[in-house]
């Protein structure tokens, strides 16, 4: 599994953690390497201090490493996460552009306060061919009203809002689940 994390507002700072994958095949058996980006938008590296009664007490690291642990549950599937967390708009909308360039398979974001806002992102993510799941920690639906709305949601496949934490690991098994039944039909 290849992982790589990075701060989109300080790109020379990621860092990448890898094992037994390279080239997009497999060592073992040959099997295509399944991409997978995690974007965050703006706050949400303050998770764990900012206001846990809507998003609980994990950082954005605990959740990073749910992730990785539920990724390593597909073995021997390889695997590829790249983490990206930005507090800015058009860093997001250039992540979603680089990793369709790169070939990833899908995207799972919570562009946290752009969902109401940013029509640049939807655009972005409509031009996204992979699957794509909007995921939020807290009920937006059950927040103010203008958290009501989101600009995200007709252009994914899935969105899930409410569970905490829980709500990235079901949209990565789910993603997991969803592109292991195609290569095994292929």
Known sequence: MMIYI??????NQGHIHSEACSHGVSPQGGLPTIRVAVL?????NLLGTREPQYYGTWTLEDIHNDL?????????LPVEI???????????????????????????????????????????????HGLKIEVHLSNIFQREEFRHKSY???????????????????ALT?????LEAT???S
């Open 68 to 76: 990785m642990l539920t990724a390593e549950k597909f073995a021997p």
């Open 6 to 11: 990075q701060d989109a507002d300080k790109p």
């Open 183 to 185: 290569i095994v039909a």
């Open 152 to 170: 995200i949601s007709p252009v994914v496949h899935s969105t899930l809002s409410g569970f905490g934490p829980l709500g990235y690991r079901m």
């Open 40 to 44: 965050n938008g703006p706050n949400l």
């Open 82 to 128: 790249h983490f990206v967390q930005t507090n800015h708009e058009g860093a997001i909308i250039d992540a979603i552009h680089a990793e369709a360039a790169r070939g990833t398979q899908a995207i799972l974001i919570n562009p946290g306060a752009y969902t109401h806002t940013s029509i640049a992102i939807r655009d972005a993510l409509s031009s996204f």
């Open 174 to 178: 789910y993603v997991l689940q969803t």
